[in-house]
């Protein structure tokens, strides 16, 4: 690969990076209606759109120790949105998962920034929006390897 593509590549990560961060800021506002912590809501989205998962992975999942992991699901529990249950083959193992609550919380957080989404692309033009199109497959193609 040539040096100048090499640094178009690096320009196009840059933009790519600072746009998906200011994205993910823009819907992240509608998060605030679900009434709970951004870091509940992470741990919750985990459990939710994962499945049932062992606290220690959910720890890993979420970068942080299984303590603090621990005190959040704490806060899940008391909210009804998360239960644990004594894992099956490994009675020492945690498992953690959704309440219907907590699935019904996530789902109607979806569809709020969905929505938000849903309006800003309203404004595009139909070549515009082909376009956004053809940039998510592309993205998606680089996340499936």
């Known amino acids: 690969m040539s040096r100048s593509a090499h640094s178009r590549y690096e320009a196009v990560a840059e933009r790519l990076h600072s746009t998906a961060i200011h994205l993910l800021r823009r819907v992240r506002v509608q998060d605030a209606a679900s009434g709970i912590s951004p870091a ?3 741990a ?3 459990i939710v759109f994962g499945g049932p998962i062992l606290l220690r992975d959910l720890a890993k999942a979420e970068q942080v120790r299984p303590p603090t992991m621990s005190r959040i699901v704490d806060a ?3 909210g009804g949105l998360a239960r644990r249950k004594v894992n ?3 009675r020492r193992g945690v498992t ?3 309440t219907g609550k ?3 919380l996530l789902q109607e957080g979806r569809r709020r920034r969905v929505k ?3 309006r800003d692309l309203a404004g595009l033009s139909p070549a515009e929006l082909t376009g956004i199109e053809s940039s998510l497959r592309a ?3 680089i996340l499936t390897g």
Do not use: N, P, Y
């Open 40 to 42: 509940r809501l992470s």
């Open 44 to 46: 919750l989205s985990v």
């Open 76 to 78: 899940l529990e008391a």
């Open 88 to 90: 099956a083959r490994d």
């Open 96 to 98: 953690i998962e959704a």
């Open 102 to 104: 907590g699935v019904t």
């Open 116 to 118: 938000l989404l849903a």
């Open 139 to 141: 993205i998606q193609k």
